[in-house]
C-alpha cells in the first residue's frame, strides 16, 4: 500500500527484509513449531543481518532506524504467517529489549542488551501472574533486598520466550507489600532475572496457537538476584510500563496487519484457482465482495497503524493511538482469518492447513499485550472521563495492562 509514511529506503528494506524470510524462516517455521521454539541458529541470523536492533542505538549494536522501518518489518514478520515466531522476535527485540535500552545502566546494556541485538542471548518480558493479569495491581511477585541482593519469590505466566530465553525482564514488587499499597501501582520495579539461577523453575505452557512462541510459566523460590540487575529506578517500574506498553500495542498492530494480509493472499490464491460451477470461486460476487470488503478493511487499518506509529515517534505517550491501533487491527485479523477459512472451505479446516493455524494464532491477539476489552477501557476513559485534552499516562492508564 502506497503511504505518505514510506519511502523508497522502507520499500528497498521491505523487499531485503521479505528475502531474508524466504531464506532463513519460512523453509523452516514449520519445524520450529513443531520443536515449539525458535532454534538458537535462527535467533543469532537474525541477529547477524541487524534485524533484531532496528529500534536500539548503534553503541550496542543496534541501527536506530526510524519507527516505520520497525513497522515494515514487523508487517514482514506477521506476512511469514506464523504468529509464534513473530511473537517471539518482537517481544525480546521491541518488548523485553526496550527496557534494557530505555532504563538501564551502561553496564546493563553492555551485558545483556547487546548480545540480545546480535541473538546471542534470548530476552523474554514477565509481567502476567496467575491472579494478575489485566489487572497489574496485582501483581505479587516480590524482590525483597538482602544485602547485595534481591530475593525474589513468586511465579509469571504465559511467558513468550519463557523456556528458552536466557534471561527475564521480571515486573516485581520491591515496596514491602502492605494491604493498601498492593493495591496500588506502586512499588513495582524492573529486574533482570537470569534464567539458570537456582530456583528459577521453568514449566512449557502448551497452547491453542503462538507453538514456536516457547510459552512458559515461571516459578521463583527464593531466587538471589544481584542487586545491580535492577533496572532503572527501584520502585520506577509502573511508569516505565506505561511507556512500553505503548510500543507493545504499536508492534501487535502492525503484527497483526501482517498477518491479516497473508491470510487475504493465501485466500486469494485460493478462490482464483479453485474451480466451481462454471469458473472459479473468484468468479462469484458472494465471494469478491467479501474479499473487497476484508482488503478495506484492512487498508484503513494499516493506514492507522500507520498515524499511531507517527503519533508514538512524535510522543512515545500516544496511549490513545497505540490502544485504538491494537484494538482495531487484532479484532480485524481475527475476522479476516474467520472469513478466510470460510472461503479455502473444508481443506482450510484441516488441522495442517495454513489457515488453521493463521486462525488460531488470530485469536491470542485480542488477549496479549493487553485485552481487547481493556484497550476499550482505555480509549472511552479519554473520550468520557478525560475529555479531548490530552491526559497524562497515569489518567489514562490508572491500572496498566499487560
Ligand atoms: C499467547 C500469549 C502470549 C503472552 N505473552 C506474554 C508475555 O510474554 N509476558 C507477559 O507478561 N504476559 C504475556 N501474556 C499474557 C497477557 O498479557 C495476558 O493474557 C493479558 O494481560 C490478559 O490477562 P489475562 O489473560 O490474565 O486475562 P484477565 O485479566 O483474567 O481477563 C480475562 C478476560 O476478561 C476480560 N477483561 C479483562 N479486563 C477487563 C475490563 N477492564 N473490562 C472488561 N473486560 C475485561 C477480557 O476479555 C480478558 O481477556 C500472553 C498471553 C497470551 C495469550
Partial sequence: MRSVHLTPLHDAFREE???????????????????????????????????????????????????????????????????????????????????????????????????????????????????????????????????????????????????????????????????????????????????????????RQEKLGWHAAATAELHFDKVRVPADRLIGR???????????????????????????????????AHVTSRQAFDGKLSNLQAIRHRLADMTTELAGARAFTYHAAWCYAQDELSVTECSMAKLLTTELACRIADNCLQLQGARGYLADSDIARMHRDARAGTMAGGATEVMRDIIAQQLIDLGPSRASPRQAESSAKT
Fill in 234 to 268: 527501584e520502585n520506577s517500574g509502573f511508569m516505565y510500563l506505561m511507556r512500553g506498553f505503548q510500543l507493545e500495542r504499536l508492534v501487535a498492530a502492525a503484527l497483526a496487519v501482517g498477518g491479516a494480509e497473508h491470510c487475504l493472499d493465501t485466500t486469494l
Fill in 17 to 203: 527484509v521479505s528475502a531474508f524470510f524466504d531464506q532463513h524462516l519460512r523453509p523452516f517455521a514449520e519445524v520450529w513449531e513443531m520443536e515449539r521454539c525458535i532454534p538458537r541458529s535462527a535467533w543469532r541470523k537474525f541477529g547477524e543481518h541487524g534485524l533484531l536492533g532496528l529500534a536500539h542505538g548503534p553503541a550496542h549494536g543496534g541501527s536506530a532506524r526510524d519507527i516505520f522501518h520497525s513497522v515494515v518489518f514487523l508487517e514482514e514478520l506477521g506476512r511469514t504467517g506464523y504468529a509464534g515466531v513473530r511473537a517471539g522476535i518482537s517481544l525480546h527485540a521491541y518488548m523485553a529489549t526496550h527496557y534494557l535500552a530505555r532504563h538501564a545502566s551502561d553496564e546493563l546494556r553492555r551485558a545483556y542488551l547487546a548480545p540480545s541485538i546480535r541473538g546471542d542471548r534470548i530476552a523474554a518480558l514477565a509481567i502476567t501472574e496467575r491472579d494478575a493479569g489485566s489487572d497489574l495491581s496485582r501483581l505479587a511477585t516480590t524482590a525483597m533486598r538482602d544485602g547485595g541482593d534481591y530475593i525474589v519469590d513468586g511465579g509469571k505466566v504465559f511467558i513468550t520466550n519463557g523456556a528458552n530465553a536466557d534471561y527475564y525482564v521480571v515486573a516485581v514488587r520491591t515496596a514491602t507489600p502492605v494491604p493498601q499499597a498492593r493495591r496500588a501501582n506502586t512499588g513495582i520495579s524492573l529486574l533482570i532475572v537470569d534464567s539458570r539461577l537456582p530456583g528459577v523453575q521453568i514449566t
